[in-house]
């Protein structure tokens, strides 16, 4: 990885300029570089690459994700292939547990939770009764149980409501299960089957030598440059089609030249524009980490606490990274409300029709200008999986090759 000084840069070297070293700017970055001969210049205001992917060792040795642990899955083969080339795959099939007072049942809920919360004669009852109205291993959410007007239905949809979804949902949203957007509890659905595994996907596992080696073997490429610790709001200057505050975004300039190559943006919008309508709402995590002289400490990955404790869950990185240590270390996670951008970090976007308008008002500030690409969960403000960043990012570089020639 060739990695620069802001200061002594030239910006008229380069053809492209890429803000963000997560999946949505790396990919970018590596295939212009690769299939356009590009020369990209990479800003990111952290100390290193790979974005929320990042990981390293800890003091004790035990490799532990810093931005919340992440599972690689999908059915995207495009994607999957794609980071074939920078990184060997160990295989792992996430399994999740929730921890109701003391007892671990399968996350997502399913035919065998059902057992474990209601013995196995009346679970198995109960099995069926999902099987007859739902179909055999279907995914159904907790708004379309609820929604069923069954007497046994409603004891199976309020069970799982009460111990699985609103206590977790209070803890990681501030919010009832009936204030958040339904495209967030269908996240965790309940599933109709015995498979224990979190995610169903053809592709799953995680990067055999971690995420950090990944991003440094895609951004090592002779025409890629990187700037870590440089923050693109301190190093851009925008310029705007009129002094009016809705004024679109008519150029970037950089070292006091209009940038005119494509510009990936993958910050927030609401901080390029210095929050001139209001901060985005977000929620972010607080993460402790804590190590121990043991083997492993937890049955699975990962563990919620549907029921109980401030923290949502503990994940334990030794079961994701097969590593194989005489201790552990494991991270807890508390939700917290995202009010200060300089300690914080903006994790999850706060999906409602108001928040949407909200940005709504920022991306239209960037669609005049035909060289601005914002891209990634935080310039889109959504939530996306790693998968279809990696697929967005793609589809982006394959726009940007052709019109390039390549
Ligand atoms: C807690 C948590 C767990 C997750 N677990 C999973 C999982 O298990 N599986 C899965 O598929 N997905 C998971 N995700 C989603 C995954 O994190 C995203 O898909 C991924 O981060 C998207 O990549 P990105 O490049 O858009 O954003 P990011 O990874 O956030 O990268 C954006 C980069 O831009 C940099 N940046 C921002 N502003 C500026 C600026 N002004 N100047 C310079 N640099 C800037 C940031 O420092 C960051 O490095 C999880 C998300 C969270 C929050």
Known sequence: MQLCDFKDIDISAYGALVVGSGFAGSVVARELAERADMRVLVIEKRTHVGGNMYDEHDESGILVHRYGPHIFHTNDKRAFDYLQRFTGWRDYSHEVLADWYGTYMPVPFNKNSLEIAFGQEQGQAYSEKLVEAFGDERKVTINELRSRQDLELAKIAD??????????????????????DPSVTARVPVFISRDNRYFQDAYQGMPASGYTPLFEGMLAHENIDICLSTDATSVFELEFESDEENAPLSAVYVKGSAFLGPIIYTGPLDELFLSRFGRLPYRSLDFVYETYAEQYLLPAGTVNYTVTEDYTRITEFKHLTGQIAATTTIMKEYPRPYDDPKRQIPYYAIINDQNNAHYGRYRRMTDNLGNFYPLGRLAEYRYYNMDVIIGRALDLADKLCASAGA
């Open 159 to 180: 069970f799982v409501y009460e111990n699985v979804f609103l206590h977790y949902t209070l803890k990681q949203w501030g919010l009832t299960p009936e204030e958040v």
